[in-house]
């Protein structure tokens, strides 16, 4: 059974880019990078359901960067694996005079699985236009940049809420933003 | 089927463990039963396989492993029968990468 079934097109619902900006722009007034973790069920059309913000000891937050450590990124791993849930994306934000385009860096210290999306937004997270965001989906070896018009046809963004969360060294917890 | 084919399955099968490892950016648990003198290397490697990851060192250096029940498992020459003692059937790991920045420059 192929673990990376082949994805068509992702669905992120507006609640799900509303709740990643309330978490990334706080981080981005400081000037430092931060970032979140999309998740929903692995399909053709999948649609993210569940936004996890990684958050307290273990997640680095600085100007050049956003990391999460291995024992974080476990938790989120052992919660969502009796849901059903996989990772969809990853979203991290660049600070003002920086592209909202993936790094040598981002390229090679993130998750390299087919289908995975990696999102860049700019300034600090104060680019509320998904259109002027960096999109990207691995495949092969890499991740490649995802044109306007392939964006468009597979890459929707209808009205909906979701899940979001908090993940720690504890473990994973509802999280409210608002 | 031989004699001795019979009687090396009727040993396995008893103490049989059910292993699942899960990797978050899959669908699907990589699954897999294993007699219990089975190393927990032995199972990285092969959901490693299956989920096409391997250890490797470039710039940065890259180390998947296994997590169980909340815990980095660290040796991996322990048996899956010494983890989990004689009477547990069944098992979940999770499959974790670490990635350690290198040098810059």
Request: charged share 25%; proline share 7%.
């Amino acid at each position: 059974m192929d673990p990376y079934p082949p994805i068509d097109t992702w669905v992120v619902p507006t609640g799900a880019v509303a709740a990643t900006l309330a978490r990334v722009r706080g981080p981005g007034e400081r000037g430092v990078e931060s970032g979140a973790f999309w998740l929903g069920r692995r399909a053709p059309r999948c649609i993210v359901d569940t936004v996890v913000i990684p958050s307290g000891p273990g997640v680095e937050e600085r100007p050049d960067c956003w990391r999460v450590a291995a024992e974080v990124y476990g938790e989120i791993s052992r919660w969502a694996g009796p849901q059903g849930l996989s990772l969809l994306g990853i979203l991290h934000t660049h600070r003002d005079r920086f592209p909202a385009r993936l790094s040598p860096a981002d390229r090679t210290r993130s998750v390299r699985a087919p289908g995975v999306l990696a999102v860049v937004v700019g300034h600090g997270g104060r680019d509320d236009d998904p259109g002027v965001w960096g999109w990207y989906v691995f495949e092969g070896d890499d991740y490649r940049l995802l044109d306007a018009e392939e964006r468009t046809h597979r890459i929707t963004m209808p009205d909906g809420a979701v899940s979001v969360l908090r993940a720690s060294l504890d473990g994973v917890e509802e999280w409210t933003l608002w | 089927m031989s004699q001795i084919q019979q009687t090396q399955e009727s040993h396995a099968k008893p103490g049989a463990v059910e292993v699942d490892v899960r990797y978050l950016p899959a669908a699907h648990p990589f699954h897999q039963t294993y007699p219990p003198e089975t190393t927990l290397e032995t199972v990285r490697t092969a959901a490693m396989s299956y989920f096409g990851v391997q250890d490797r060192t470039e710039r940065d250096t890259y180390r998947y492993y296994l997590g169980f029940e909340g815990q980095r498992v660290t040796d991996t020459s322990q048996t899956l029968g010494g983890l989990l003692g004689e009477h547990r059937q069944g098992v979940h790991f999770e499959l974790i990468e670490e990635i350690t920045p290198g040098q810059a420059g």
